[in-house]
């Protein structure tokens, strides 16, 4: 069965500093990974995705992730974080083929301190 | 495009109530979800469609019921309200059976008292 894990409940980081936030999955195959914010009370908005290719992915808001096969890591980094990304992040895996749905990690609440 | 669209954005049901959320979406997605998200526990799949008149469960699906009678439609049917079902509930689309994009509704937050 597929599963992803976010080893970090809470991270908080000054404005301006860098950012990584972790994900770990567990899948037979190379799976799809994705990479979801959450703003307090809002739905969920899709930051970058994985497919095959190249292993680093760029996403929306200045976001990058890097695919690594060997750690089963889909990490989220950010150069330089804003005020405007303190949300919830959630990492996703799903299969290449079938019917079922994405496997969500338990999420990552990011604080940003001026 | 609207995109995914849910209703009521929130709801309070008393224990043995019965209700039923809606989604809708107008981007003749195949495959649609519904998802409860619980705190620390990120989001679970309930049940999932791959088309009209196809429906299947997921990880949660005890006290839920779905149906899917047209592409744009996957109401969420709620029997006999638990507390245990106090949560966030979020609809979603994608257009096919692979792992595109997955679209998300901005939630129906439910409380059962």
């Known amino acids: 069965a597929q599963s992803v894990t976010q080893p970090d409940i809470h991270i908080t980081v000054s404005e301006g500093a860098s950012l990584e936030l972790r994900c770990n999955y567990s899948y037979g195959a190379t799976p799809y990974l994705f990479w979801y914010v959450q703003s307090p009370g809002q739905g969920l908005q899709l930051l970058l995705k994985y497919f095959s290719g190249d292993t680093l992915v760029q996403g929306i808001k200045g976001f990058e992730a890097e695919f690594k096969r060997s750690q089963s890591s889909f990490n989220l980094r950010k150069p330089s974080v804003h005020w405007s990304d303190a949300a919830e992040y959630f990492c996703a895996v799903g299969a290449k083929t079938g019917r079922r749905a994405l496997t969500f990690g338990s999420g990552t609440r990011l604080q940003v301190q001026p | 495009n609207a995109g995914v669209t849910q209703t009521p954005k929130f709801q309070v049901l008393k224990t043995g109530q019965s209700m039923t959320l809606q989604c809708a979406q107008d981007?003749?997605?195949?495959?649609m979800s519904w998802y409860r998200q619980d705190p620390g526990m990120g989001l679970r799949l309930i049940h999932y469609?791959?088309?009209?008149?196809?429906?299947d469960q997921g990880e949660v699906p005890n006290g839920y019921n779905v149906s899917r009678s047209t592409t744009e439609d996957f109401p969420l049917r709620l029997l006999s309200a638990a507390p245990s079902q106090t949560s966030v509930y979020f609809c979603?689309?994608?257009?096919?059976?692979?792992?595109?994009?997955?679209?998300f509704g901005p939630g129906t937050r439910l409380l059962v008292l």
């Open positions: 981007m003749n997605h195949e495959y």
């Open positions: 979603a689309s994608r257009l096919g059976q692979t792992q595109e994009t997955q679209y």
């Open positions: 469609s791959v088309g009209a008149g196809i429906t």
